[in-house]
Structure formats: C-alpha cells, structure tokens
Nanobody
Framework: QVQLVESGGGSVQAGDSLRLSCTAS????????IGWFRQAPGKGREFVAA????????LYADSVKGRFTISRDNAENTAFLQMNSLKPEDTAAYYC????????????????????WGQGTQVTVSS
C-alpha cells in the first residue's frame, strides 16, 4: 500500500541535533497518521512520536518530550522528526510508519495500529 523510506540518520555527539525524513512513494500520505518508532539492540519497538492527518495533533513519548518535534509536509508527501539535545539513550534504529486508516486519521502511540513501515535509519549518539 505505502512504501516508506527514512533518511537523515548518522553518528553524532550528545547535545547535537539531527533531522530524520520519511518519504512515501507509490501512494500519497493523504488521510494517514504517521508515527516514528525506534528499536535498540535487545529491546522492543518503542513509540517516539506521531502526527495526525492533516497534522493538527501530535503525540510524544515522555522520554523525548521537549526535545523532539514531529511534523509533515503534505505537499511533499514527507514526514520529519527533528531531534534536538540528543542523548546516548536515543541510540537506535528509527522507523516511520503509517497508521491503518481502519483506526481513523488521528495520532496513536500503539505500534500494532500501524501497517506500513520503512526500512529504518540508524541514529548513534556518543558521549
């Protein structure tokens, strides 16, 4: 249904900023809520942030609240995750995903409600 590609990951130092992008192909992101999740080695998939369609409502994990900002450019069919004040604990593979429209267009922190996932982009934060 939706093909997603993340980009913008890399290796940075604590306190630095990074901006991740998620671009859709084959289908637009119209009517889809978008979520960002991350997974570190030995840990399960963790919710990071989500944004509704068309973008009026956002959700954030407590661990990133105040540091990360999710946004979307609907004309460019792209979602973003601006990450500021990065910490070593943020090190993980980051994935964007679209929420199944069966659940509506609102944002959600429940991973099981998302049905299309990107390949992931690695973020490594060193002290």
């Amino acid at each position: 249904q939706v093909q997603l590609v993340e980009s913008g990951g890399g290796s940075v130092q604590a306190g630095d900023s990074l901006r991740l992008s998620c671009t859709a192909s084959g289908r637009t992101l119209s009517r889809y809520a978008i979520g960002w999740f991350r997974q570190a080695p030995g840990k399960g998939r963790e919710f990071v942030a989500a944004i509704s369609w068309p973008g009026s409502t956002t959700l954030y994990a407590d661990s990133v609240k105040g540091r990360f900002t999710i946004s979307r450019d609907n004309a460019e069919n792209t979602a973003f995750l601006q990450m500021n004040s990065l910490k070593p604990e943020d090190t993980a593979a980051y994935y964007c995903a679209t929420r199944s429209r069966a659940y509506g267009s609102g944002s959600s922190r429940i991973a099981e409600e998302y049905d299309s996932w990107g390949q992931g982009t690695q973020v490594t934060v060193s002290s």
